[in-house]
Each structure stands twice: as C-alpha cells, then as structure tokens.
C-alpha cells in the first residue's frame, strides 16, 4: 500500500514554543491530507483537512490560529501547534488519500507524540 | 447519533480463537469501508478495503458489508497474539472519513 511518512514521532517542548509536524506521501500524490488528533483510548479527532494550493478547511472548534496547516506540495503537508500549552499534549496523526485510488482509502502516518512541559 | 458506532471492547481471546468485529454506522450514503490495526502509540494500518456490500477475503482476515443493516465486520482467523492491537472501522463520505471509536482486542498465548 501507500506509504505516508510523518516527522518527528515525538517531540517534547517547553510551553510556549512552537512545534511543526511534517506529513509527507513518499509514492503518491495527495491533493488533501487530514491532521487528526487522537487521546488515550478514543478515535480520531479529525482537526483539519489540508488542500493543496488552498486555505485548509478546519473543524468547528479546532482554532485555525493555533494550529496552522500549510500543504505547499502534492507530497507534503505541515501541522505547526503555535505557542503550545499542556493541554496540546496529544498524539497527532495524518493521513492522505491516494488520489491515483480515487481517494477512497486513507492511509497514516506513524504520529506524532507531542508533550508540552 | 454518532455516524459510526463501534464497541470499544476490551475483547480478549485465546490464541486460535475467531473474532469478531463489527461496526453500525447510520448514513446509507457510505460506499467504502475500510478496517484498520493500530498499535499502541503508532498510527493505523490500512488492513482491509471493501466497496458496497459483500465479502472480502485477505489470508485469516475476512471484511463483510451489509448495506441494508448499515453492518460491518471483520473476522480475524486462528487469531494469534501479534493481533492483539486496536481495530478501527472506518467509512468515507463526501470528501471525509469517519472513525470509529475502535474495539481493543486481546489474543492471550
């Protein structure tokens, strides 16, 4: 299948600071990325969905400010947590639909485990 | 009403054992299906994928759709303790995935 490769796997910061996610499709292209959020023992939290060549469309309560997401290639999307807080502790995970499949299969990342201290 | 209902388990099995997973959903416009495993602190893997009803067959693991109940499953076969993970169905709409919540499963040696 797809391969989606996502950068760091966990990364710890001071509150405060700004930390990026990277996603990247490595043997296919992605027009659109999702960037879930996922807590302990719960589903993923669908965030924001990342367009290439356009603004990325954000889920009611998701604040667009503090999570900015820009998809500057069909391969790569970005996730920065802006001045991060303990409570932006999570487990961040993206994932791209192959666009050669007709977009019906999603495939992940490995996630990101994200710690504000 | 959640659009995809999922029994968080946990299920726990003997080595052998066939399991059964299974997920309701509630929107009939749901076309694609897809099972996923995903282990502690990773993310998910793409396992299976089925379009509208049936059966599909992939080594011990077996996909079923039932449009008109709005049911899926995944049947796990001679389930071994590598299979112990999280499994998550998951269904595509208009240009967007919905999960569920995910059912943790437990083979014992």
């Known amino acids: 299948g797809a391969v989606v490769s996502q950068h760091p796997s966990r990364v710890i910061c001071k509150s405060g600071t700004s930390v990026k996610i990277e996603c990247r499709s490595l043997d296919f292209q992605a027009t659109t990325m999702f960037w879930y959020r996922q807590f302990p023992k719960q589903s993923l939290m669908l965030m924001a969905t990342s367009n290439e060549g356009s603004k990325a469309t954000y889920e009611q309560g998701v604040e667009k400010d503090k999570f900015l997401i820009n998809h500057a290639s069909l391969t790569l999307s970005t996730l920065t947590v802006t001045s991060a807080h303990p409570e932006d502790s999570s487990f961040y995970i993206c994932?791209?639909?192959?666009?050669?499949?007709?977009?019906?299969?999603?495939?992940f990342g490995q996630g990101t485990r994200l710690t504000v201290v | 009403q959640k659009e995809v209902e999922q029994d968080p388990g946990p299920l726990s099995v003997p080595e052998g054992a066939i399991v059964s997973l299974n997920c309701t959903y509630s929107?009939?416009?749901?076309?694609?299906f897809m099972w996923y495993r995903q282990y502690s602190r990773k993310g998910p893997e793409l396992l299976m994928y089925?379009?509208?009803?049936g059966n599909k067959e992939d080594g011990r693991f077996t996909a079923q759709v039932d449009k008109s109940s709005k049911y899926i499953s995944l049947f796990i076969r001679d389930s071994q303790p590598s299979d112990s993970a999280t499994y998550l169905c998951?269904?595509?709409?208009?240009?967007?995935?919905?999960f569920g919540s995910g059912t943790k499963l437990n083979v014992k040696p």
């Open positions: 998951a269904m595509k709409g208009f240009n967007k995935f919905y």
């Open positions: 994932s791209a639909p192959d666009r050669g499949q007709a977009n019906t299969e999603a495939f």
């Open positions: 089925t379009y509208s009803s």
């Open positions: 929107n009939s416009a749901f076309q694609y």
